[in-house]
Every structure is written in structure tokens, then in C-alpha cells.
């Protein structure tokens, strides 16, 4: 079974973005983000991919609602189902924003890997709220400027 697995960098107030960049540069965050996703077939919304583009050595399944959407490097999803399917039968599969994604990718997620930074910038865009009664934190590193909690689906 494909584990859904979603990564964030979260502000304290919930904030991830303005809808086209991330509020704060983290280079340590960047590389924690490309060491855990590398080799893994990564979820993503089409604002997302346009801000990023496309990263070596991971898929990038990007969903649209626009039927005719198409970009190098990316396969294209027109739902969550769509590209759950796309990533096929893997260990895990990481969802990697935005806002909107990660909505749509709640119920299907097992474990959330959130870098919780001690800032609370502007911006539009937030991270869904984490359920105490649903999301247990089974995990916790406290680094200068961010913690990075794991939290796994209570069953
Ligand atoms: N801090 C972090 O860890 C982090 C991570 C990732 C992104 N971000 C930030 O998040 C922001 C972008 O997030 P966002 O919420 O604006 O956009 P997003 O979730 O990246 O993408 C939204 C797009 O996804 C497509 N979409 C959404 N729901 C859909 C559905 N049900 N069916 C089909 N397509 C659907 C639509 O694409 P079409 O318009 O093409 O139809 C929609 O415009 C940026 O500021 C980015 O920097 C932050």
C-alpha cells in the first residue's frame, strides 16, 4: 500500500505562502525537503509547480483543473484519485503543496512532516489545521528559528 505522506513549512499562524512564494528562505529546510522526498514521487498543485518547477530525481504529478494543461517534466492529474493512481503501487508518496493540495490530500495522508517556523509572516495561504484529536506528534527536533514535528494519523 502507497503510504501518503504530506511536508510543510508552516508558520505559526498557519501561514505557507502568498500564492506564488514561500514567506522565509531556510536553506537547511531545502535541503532537509530534498533529502526526504529524493526518489520519491512527489503531489503537487499546478501554482506549486509553477513556483518550483521541476526537481531532478523525484516525479512531479501535478494536479489542474484545466484539461489541456501540460508542461516538461510533469505528469498531469486532474484529481487526487487521478494522482494517487499516476504515482501507482510505491512505498510512499509525498504531497508537497500548497494550500489547496494539501486540503484535498488530508483524508488520504498518514503521516504529516511539518517544520513549524517560529515566524508569523503575511500571506494568503495556510496549511489545514492539524486535529489534536486525530494527528498524535510522534516525533519532535528543535533546531534555531524551527521545530520539526512528525505527526501520525491516530487510528
Ligand atoms: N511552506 C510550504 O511548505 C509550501 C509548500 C508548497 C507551496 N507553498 C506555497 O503555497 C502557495 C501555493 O498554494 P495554493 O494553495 O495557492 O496553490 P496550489 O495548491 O499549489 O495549487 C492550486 C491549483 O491546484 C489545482 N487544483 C486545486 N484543487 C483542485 C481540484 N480539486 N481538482 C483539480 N485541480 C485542482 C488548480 O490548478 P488550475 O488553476 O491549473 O486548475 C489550482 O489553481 C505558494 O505561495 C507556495 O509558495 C508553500
Known amino acids: 500500500m502507497t503510504n501518503v505522506t504530506m511536508i510543510a513549512a508552516v508558520g505559526d499562524n498557519g501561514v505557507i505562502g502568498d500564492g506564488v512564494s514561500m514567506p522565509w528562505h531556510l536553506p537547511e529546510d531545502l535541503r532537509y525537503f530534498k533529502r526526504t522526498t529524493m526518489g520519491h514521487p512527489m503531489i503537487m498543485g499546478r501554482r506549486t509547480f509553477d513556483s518550483m518547477g ?89 533546531h534555531e528559528g524551527f521545530s520539526r514535528v512528525t505527526y501520525v494519523r491516530r487510528r
Open 54 to 142: 521541476a526537481l531532478p530525481g523525484r516525479r512531479s504529478i501535478v494536479i489542474t483543473s484545466q484539461p489541456a494543461w501540460w508542461h516538461a517534466g510533469a505528469e498531469t492529474a486532474h484529481s487526487m484519485a487521478e494522482a494517487l493512481a499516476l504515482a501507482g503501487p510505491t512505498d510512499e508518496v509525498f504531497v508537497v503543496g500548497g494550500g489547496q493540495i494539501y486540503r484535498l490530500a488530508m483524508p488520504y495522508a498518514a503521516r504529516l512532516l511539518i517544520t513549524h517556523v517560529a515566524q508569523s509572516p503575511q500571506g494568503s495561504v495556510t496549511f489545514p489545521k492539524i486535529d489534536p484529536g486525530e494527528w498524535a506528534p510522534s516525533n519532535r527536533e528543535d
